[in-house]
Structures are given as C-alpha cells and as structure tokens.
C-alpha cells in the first residue's frame, strides 16, 4: 500500500502515519523530521532551510520532491509507504504520482479539523530538542526515542501557526481538488479522540484499497 497523509499541521498526520506503519509493517517518511534532522545535524541541507523552517514557509518544490524521490528509492519502501507531510502541492502531486507508476494503487486520506482546535494544539506541542522528534502523549518531559529534553518547536508561536495554517488553506484546495476525484481518496475527521480516528481510518483504508486502482 501506498499512502498519502493530508491535513493541515496539528491534525494528527504523525501520529495516525506511525500506527499505520507499526500496524501494516510500511515505512513512515515524514519530510518534517527529514528537514528537522537536517536542520539539527548542521548539514549543508539544513544549513540553507532553518531560517525557512523557523519562520513556518514551505520549502521550494525541487527541494522536496529530490528528498522524497530519493527516500522512496529505498529498499525499505518497495512494497509500500506511509508519507506524511508530502504532497502540499499540486506540482509535488504531479511528481509523486511519477515516482509510484507501476508500484500499486495510491490511497490518499484528508484528516480535517477546525483552525481553532489546531491552534490549541499546536501551541502546546512539543518536540525532542536532542532528534527533534513530535512529542507522544505519553511523554512527559523526556523524549521516548533519545531520552532528550522536551520543548516547544520555534514555528509553534501562534502568530506562526496562524500564519503556517493560512499558507496550508492555499496550498489545500488545489491539492484536494487533484486528488478528490480518485476513488481511493478519503476524507476523515481528525477532530475525535486518536483511537477513533483510527478506526476509521482503518475502514477508509480497506475500503480504498479494495478499489485496486491507482487514480
């Protein structure tokens, strides 16, 4: 299976992306924590994006789509993929749809939730400032994966997110409307408790992929 994870920052896309991936055995690419391991570890990548990440703007589309097409050139990601945070536009889109020719149908699911209730949860989202991994619920102040300290990400502020929410809704609409007409796109709402919204992923998915088709 081939997935793409839409919806707006804060919807929950990392969180459904990991169960997905443990509950299906498919590699979780986020190209947040792609930049961000960038960003931290210094590299020349990094070095040329902070500034961008920092400020809460998209990165140039030759950027992503060289970064994605690279990680799904992986043998890892073979027979399949869960991608949270690619494709936010329609040319990222485009290219995508090349880089899986011939590798299976494509599911694309929409998590939808209220600008006010992605507010409240970005500014109280945290990140690990050693690996700069999303914060699990269950995490109190130390990071689960590296056992870093806790903190709030630089691009939380509410100005930020106001500003990051507002360039998602322009990039959204075209990239929903790319896709909306695909019988294996579904929409969810992201605005329920997380094993709630799973389940009914786990529906929407079985449902799309029995379709077995691409677009």
């Given at each position: ?7 707006p920052p804060g919807a929950g896309k990392g969180t459904q992306a990991e169960r997905i991936s443990r509950t299906r055995a498919l590699p979780k690419i986020s ?95 945290r990140i690990c400032g050693e690996c700069g991994s999303n914060a699990a619920v269950d995490w109190l102040t130390e990071c689960g994966k590296c056992g870093g ?67």
């Amino acid at each position: 299976m081939n997935l793409v994870m839409l919806g707006p920052p804060g919807a929950g896309k990392g969180t459904q992306a990991e169960r997905i991936s443990r509950t299906r055995a498919l590699p979780k690419i986020s190209t947040g924590d792609i930049l961000r391991e960038a960003v931290h570890n210094r590299t020349p990548l990094g070095c040329v994006l902070k500034e961008d990440m920092e400020a809460g703007r998209l990165i140039g589309d030759d950027v992503m789509i060289g970064i994605v097409q690279e990680r799904l050139d992986r043998d890892d990601a073979v027979t399949g993929f869960v991608l949270d945070g690619f494709p936010r536009t329609v040319v990222q889109a485009s290219a995508l749809d090349r880089m899986v020719d011939g590798r299976g149908p494509l599911v694309v699911l929409d998590i939808i939730v209220p600008e006010e209730v992605l507010v409240r949860r970005l500014a109280t989202r945290r990140i690990c400032g050693e690996c700069g991994s999303n914060a699990a619920v269950d995490w109190l102040t130390e990071c689960g994966k590296c056992g870093g300290q806790l903190v709030a990400r630089v691009d939380d502020s509410v100005d930020i997110v106001r500003d990051r929410l507002a360039i998602y809704r322009r990039q959204a609409k075209p990239l929903v409307d790319y896709y909306s007409t695909r019988p294996t796109f579904r929409q969810i709402d992201g605005n329920l408790p997380p094993d709630v919204v799973t389940a009914a992923i786990d529906a929407a998915l079985a449902d799309a992929a029995a379709r077995g088709v691409h677009r």
